[in-house]
Each structure stands twice: as C-alpha cells, then as structure tokens.
C-alpha cells in the first residue's frame, strides 16, 4: 500500500498534465486520472524502476485516453439539416397549440424558483450555453454549474410533481454547494 501511495505521490501531475493536454477539460482529466491510478493498482509490479513505471503509466494513460474518444465519438449528434434531408417535417401544427402551454408552464416553473436556479437553467436551456460559458456568465465554477442545475432541475421536477414540501425542504440556500448528511 505505501509502494503505491509512493506511485500515486510522485506520478500524479505527470499524468494529470498528459490527460488534460488530450481532452482540454479538468473533470474528465480528473476523472481519467483517477481510472487510470485503479487500472494501476491492479496491474503494477514495484520491481520496476521510477522510469519504467512511469513510462508503463503513461501507456495505461494513453489506452484509458483512447477509450474515452472512442466512447465520446459514438455519440450520435444530427444536425438540424441532416434532420431535415432525412424528411422531418418540423412541428406539427396540432403540436403548436401545446407548445404554448408548455412555454407558460415552463415561465411558471422558472419563476417558482430562486433567482440562481433561474439564471442556471435559462442560461444551460433556453440560451444553449455550455458548462463553461454559464459558469463564466455567473462568475462561478463548472462544478458548482453542475451542482446548481442538477438542484434546479430536481426542484423544477418537485414543483411539477406538486410536491411543494420536498420542493422547499431540500435546499434552502441555492448558494450552498455541500450536501447535508444523513
């Protein structure tokens, strides 16, 4: 155990830095990292020299890397005009009606909630902004992005639900980030 915390210690920035130069993002480098020290605990023999674990971390590195643009280039994305070579009419007419009504229940939702709720979801949804550029618009980080829109969402789903008790009980203060334990 102290070998590998050794490992962990001394490679740690090394492999890090080589993750986020891939993928330009500090969650899924974070996340990368963490997978490739797991797949490094069950695979690392300590006979090795410093060089040569640090040279088999960076193979371990660039397969775990491999597998992540692998699984990120099978997501199917259309564009809008592929969409529309391949027949889609757009929305129907009868469908127009309801869209009215899903629009005000949408503005009634949105006004329901804590004005950060609000500006998270308005700026994630109807404005089509990034983690990035919303955390840069509200001056705070991507994770806390994640938090804040993750809690928007849970209330919105609870105010719609009718649930007004589990709406207000959970989080009082949207500013606050840290889970309450149980």
């Known amino acids: 155990m102290r070998e590998f915390q050794t490992l962990y210690q001394e490679n740690h920035g090394y492999i890090y830095r080589f993750v986020y130069e891939s993928v330009k993002n500090h969650e899924d480098a974070e996340d990368l990292t963490g997978d490739i020290f797991l797949k490094a605990v069950r695979g690392v023999t300590y006979e090795r020299g410093p060089k040569r674990t640090q040279f088999w971390l960076v193979q371990v590195a ?19 005009d592929a969409l529309l070579e391949a027949g889609w009419q757009g929305p129907r007419s009868a469908k127009a009606h309801s869209s009215d009504t899903e629009a005000d ?6 006004q329901a909630l804590p004005q950060r709720y609000q500006d998270v979801l308005t700026c994630r949804f109807l404005h089509s902004l990034s983690l990035r ?28 639900r009718g649930d007004h008790r589990q709406a207000t009980a959970h989080d009082a203060d949207p500013r606050k980030t840290r889970s309450k334990k149980r």
């Not at 660039?62 to 809008?80: E, G, K, Q, V």
């Open 62 to 80: 660039r397969t775990t890397i491999a597998d992540y643009w692998r699984a990120r280039c099978r997501l199917a994305i259309s564009s809008l």
């Open 105 to 110: 229940r949408v503005q009634r939702l949105l």
């Open 133 to 160: 550029e919303t955390a840069y618009r509200m001056g705070i980080t991507v994770a806390n992005v994640k938090v804040l829109q993750f809690r928007a969402l849970k209330r919105a789903a609870a105010l719609e």
